[in-house]
């Protein structure tokens, strides 16, 4: 019996150790699974990454000067953000209302136009594009605006046009009331999903006066800064009347002061800067426009 002793607990020692060395059932099983679902997210993310990204068509505002060439113009952007979109042989539908829909082949940016005659009223147009999987389409529609070549304007800069919850209720009637002495209202936005909300105020019950909305898809390569000056020339080589811009930041304002196309009027209780009147509401600037 001397001798068995040593050897039982010889036993016992290589039975532990290989139970510490040797994985379980289960070990081996998540180890299976975590490798499948990496592989599974991998795939996922390569499969989504190689499928185009899918294309929606947004009807772009414009504004001429009356007898000025009537241009429909719509742009294909991708429906989620960040992927990178070919617009190689991709078309847009521009139309009337009660017109037959034509077909227009997309530049390389995905800019679709169509021209039509020299326009005396506004027009309004509509763009749709259709996928090739044809699983439902973007349908819009947007306005050109023919003013008088010396109409007085008013432009709404992208940081008040673009306010969360909407315009206040004196905006809307203090636009309202500058409508009535005949200024023409242009609004500029950043945000492309909202574009048509500076039409409406926090209340949601009144319009602001209509006008063209520029936002980022009229120059969608192209830098805010860019966008905003591409918009400042479009306005200057139409119109000759008074043109001014309310602008909500100090930075803003001084920019379209350097460019001095816009005569700038900054919307702000506490900023100021030489040379820009400054508003402590939006009623005062019923006093400050002539």
Not at 32 to 59: D, I
Not at 137 to 155: H, M, N, Q, R, S
Request: charged fraction near 25%; proline fraction near 7%.
């Amino acid at each position: 019996m001397a001798d068995k002793l040593p050897r039982d607990e010889l036993v016992r020692s290589l039975q532990q150790t290989l139970r510490t060395r040797r994985p379980s059932r289960w070990l081996f099983g998540l180890a299976l699974l975590a490798f499948a679902g990496g592989f599974g997210v991998a795939w996922y993310q390569w499969a989504t990454k190689a499928m185009p990204a899918r294309l929606a068509v947004v009807a772009l505002d414009d504004v001429i000067a009356a007898g000025g060439q009537g241009v429909l113009v719509g742009q294909l952007v991708p429906e989620e953000p960040g992927k990178e979109p070919s617009f190689a042989g991709k078309t847009a539908a521009l139309f009337r209302a009660g017109e037959t829909e034509r077909t227009s082949v997309c530049d390389a940016t995905g800019r679709a136009e169509r021209p039509i005659e020299k326009l005396q009223q506004d027009v309004e147009f509509f763009a749709k594009h259709i996928p090739r999987d044809r699983a439902g389409y973007i349908f819009e529609g947007a306005t050109i605006f023919v003013w008088p070549a010396d109409a007085k304007i008013l432009l709404l800069d992208a940081d008040l046009a673009t306010a969360e919850d909407g315009l206040p209720l004196d905006a809307c009637e203090t636009l309202k009331e500058l409508a009535k002495r005949n200024y023409r209202m242009v609004y500029l936005t950043d945000d492309l999903l909202a574009q048509r909300r500076p039409y409406r105020t926090q209340q949601g019950l009144n319009l602001l006066p209509v006008g063209p909305i520029f936002h980022p898809a009229h120059a969608p390569t192209a830098s805010p800064q860019e966008r905003k000056q591409r918009i400042v020339d479009r306005l200057k080589e139409q119109f000759t009347g008074p043109r001014y811009v309310l602008a909500g930041s100090l930075e803003a304002a001084r920019w379209y002061q350097k460019h001095k196309f816009l005569a700038p009027i900054l919307l702000s209780s506490q900023e100021s800067a030489v040379g820009i009147p400054r508003l402590a509401g939006w009623p005062d600037l019923l006093k400050e426009l002539p």
